[in-house]
């Protein structure tokens, strides 16, 4: 079931966010970004980052996306209509460079065969949130209360 899960919000996630770059009114693309936040908080749920995934919800798709929200309808923003440039030689032999430069170096992650490394046994509790607040609040104090005052 887990798989299933998981192949489903990976490709709820791509395709939103490939909906977010592609979609001309600004409203929509923000709304398909908040899909695509809850689908990558959907994936640390079954990751077990059960405080990543509330930090996930509430601040980013939440708090964050409704700032960019108020923003962009406060400014009515006109539906983009862009004529396409004219084809420029340079801009798409340089396009398709790239592109084969980053799929020869996907081939090559893909194609190395590595034994696996013995990870360490990670403790009990780590990752959930009580661990998460304990460190904030006795070995990261420091750091943490600058980030407040910034």
């Known amino acids: ?8 919000l990976a490709a709820v996630a791509a395709v939103s966010g ?15 970004l908040i ?17 990543v995934w509330a930090v996930q919800v509430l601040v980013y798709a939440g ?3 409704v700032l960019f929200l108020f923003v ?7 539906r983009e209509d862009v ?8 801009r798409i032999v340089l396009a398709a460079s790239l592109s084969v430069v980053l799929l020869i ?7 190395v065969r590595t034994a696996p490394a013995k990870e ?18 006795t070995k990261f104090l420091f750091p943490f209360e600058i980030t407040s005052v910034i």
């Open 1 to 8: 079931m887990e798989p299933i899960l998981f192949a489903g």
């Open 18 to 32: 490939l909906l977010v770059i592609v979609q001309r009114h600004a409203v929509y693309a923000a709304l398909f």
């Open 35 to 51: 899909i695509t936040m809850g689908s990558v908080a959907g994936l640390y749920v079954l990751l077990d980052a059960h405080f």
């Open 63 to 65: 708090a964050i996306m």
């Open 72 to 78: 962009i309808m406060l400014l009515n923003l006109p």
């Open 83 to 90: 004529p396409w440039a004219p084809r420029d030689l340079r």
């Open 105 to 111: 170096e996907l081939a090559l992650v893909i194609g």
């Open 120 to 137: 360490p046994a990670l403790s009990l509790g780590f990752g959930t949130t009580e661990m998460v607040g304990r460190l904030l609040f």
